[in-house]
């Protein structure tokens, strides 16, 4: 790594680029840092540490200790995430997915997982809602096919099944202001007002468990950082609304196949989609950047940089559990024992391997789709 100052970072909720400086970040977001206390907490009440914690995957969190607490005092704990479906799920995607799925057994919590195919569409020219709506029941199956408990998942989108949401969204909207929206994620007198109303949808799930079992009950945001936003708005009004604040563990990027900034669905040959072909994606590996050097003379004699290398976060970030591995593919690397085509194949084969498996669940998940879509209340 250089000491260069990090490249054009930009990060919202719609765009995520350059090289991301997580500790500018943090700051400016004003969240805290992740912690090992927290990280054991969690794990103890799983019984295993997940591979995202070891690896300190969640980089910074709001009152996760709140939430963990409340739990070990008795208390029901919900947990909220969700996707914009505007095209196919990436891995990426599924990080936040993987682990809420962890939460959930370990917590008995019920997951609300909220479908934006009307932000899509309002911030989208090239998608119709139509189009959007349809991907809602698509990127669903990859929700299901992350393991999720059918009793205790409520898929929703907010277009299909805005019946549920809507009473609760007004109210999150009167307590939100034009001014406090426009300078939080920069909206202009040309956007247009579908835009500039979505948020109070995003934010009001915050509160949907609450509201809908009649009592307080504390949630918790899995999701990357880009999401922070909806979150800090949340926070300010919860309380004159009579809920509790909403707790948040964030998590980093996974990068994509090219150098820098994070895997993202709008650069579609440096991303590996969930419905790729296998043997599609393992040649995508073979393209990707990674930290090797110009010859393989200089490799030999160098060493690789796994530091930089996107080939090595795939592992670190869901490819190779066994820690004890990892830090010896970081040492051979380091020392010009293996070369990035070495590397390269091994992954490629994980990652086909992985696919063949996630696309077998993913087509099961159709069977069992109603099941997991929100139900009214009883
Ligand atoms: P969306 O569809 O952009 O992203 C869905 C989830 O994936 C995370 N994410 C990533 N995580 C790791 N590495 C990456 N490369 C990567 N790219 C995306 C996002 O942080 C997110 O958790 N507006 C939202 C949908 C939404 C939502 C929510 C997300 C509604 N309610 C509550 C999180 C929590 C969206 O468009 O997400």
């Known amino acids: 790594?250089?000491?260069?100052?990090?490249?054009?970072?930009?990060?919202?909720?719609?765009?995520?680029?350059?090289?991301?400086?997580?500790d500018k970040l943090m700051v400016q977001f004003g969240v805290q840092s992740m912690n090992d206390e927290i990280a054991d907490k969690l794990a103890k009440h799983a019984g295993f540490k997940h591979l995202q914690l070891r690896r300190g995957v969640y980089l910074s969190h709001r009152d996760t200790d709140?939430?963990?607490?409340?739990?070990?005092?008795?208390?029901?704990?919900?947990?909220?995430?969700?996707?914009?479906?505007?095209?196919?799920?990436?891995?990426?995607?599924?990080?936040?997915?993987?682990?809420?799925?962890?939460?959930?057994?370990?917590?008995?919590?019920?997951?609300?997982?909220?479908?934006?195919?009307?932000?899509?569409?309002?911030?989208?020219?090239?998608?119709?809602?139509?189009?959007?709506?349809?991907?809602?029941?698509?990127?669903?199956?990859?929700?299901?096919?992350?393991?999720?408990?059918?009793?205790?998942?409520?898929?929703?989108?907010?277009a299909d099944h805005i019946q549920h949401l809507y009473k609760l969204g007004l109210k999150v909207a009167k307590r939100t202001t034009f001014s406090t929206v426009r300078a939080v994620f920069g909206f202009k007198n040309s956007d247009n007002i579908g835009a500039i109303w979505h948020p109070a949808l995003q934010m009001m799930v915050c509160f949907l468990q609450s509201e809908r079992e009649g009592k307080n009950i504390p949630c918790l945001i899995p999701a990357a950082i880009d999401q922070d936003p909806y979150w800090r708005i949340t926070r300010d009004i919860a309380e004159k609304m009579g809920?509790?604040?909403?707790a948040q563990i964030?998590?980093?990027?996974?990068?994509?196949?090219?150098?820098?900034?994070?895997?993202?669905?709008?650069?579609?040959?440096?991303?590996?989609?969930?419905?790729?072909?296998?043997?599609?994606?393992?040649?995508?590996?073979?393209?990707?950047?990674?930290?090797?050097?110009?010859?393989?003379?200089?490799?030999?004699?160098?060493?690789?940089?796994?530091?930089?290398?996107?080939?090595?976060?795939?592992?670190?970030?869901?490819?190779?559990?066994?820690?004890?591995?990892?830090?010896e593919r970081e040492v051979s690397c380091k020392s010009g024992e293996i070369l990035c085509g070495h590397c390269k194949t091994d992954l490629a084969v994980r990652i086909e391997v992985f696919l063949t498996d996630f696309q077998e669940k993913r087509e099961a998940a159709r069977e069992v789709l109603d099941q997991f879509i929100i139900k009214p209340v009883e």
């Open 243 to 246: 809920y509790y604040k909403p």
């Open 66 to 158: 709140w939430w963990i607490k409340e739990y070990e005092k008795g208390n029901k704990v919900g947990l909220y995430t969700g996707r914009g479906p505007s095209g196919h799920v990436h891995l990426g995607h599924l990080l936040p997915w993987f682990f809420c799925k962890y939460l959930q057994d370990a917590f008995d919590a019920d997951l609300y997982f909220q479908m934006t195919d009307d932000e899509k569409f309002l911030h989208r020219d090239d998608l119709t809602l139509e189009a959007a709506v349809a991907l809602t029941y698509e990127n669903a199956l990859d929700v299901i096919a992350c393991g999720l408990d059918p009793e205790k998942t409520h898929i929703f989108s907010d």
């Open 250 to 327: 964030h998590a980093k990027f996974l990068p994509g196949l090219a150098e820098g900034g994070k895997m993202s669905a709008s650069q579609p040959d440096t991303a590996i989609f969930t419905t790729d072909p296998p043997k599609e994606a393992g040649k995508k590996v073979m393209r990707a950047y990674t930290g090797g050097r110009d010859t393989v003379e200089e490799q030999r004699k160098l060493g690789g940089r796994p530091e930089v290398c996107n080939v090595y976060a795939y592992y670190y970030f869901l490819f190779e559990d066994d820690d004890q591995r990892l830090v």
């Open 1 to 22: 790594m250089t000491d260069e100052p990090k490249k054009n970072m930009e990060v919202t909720p719609w765009k995520v680029s350059g090289d991301i400086d997580y």
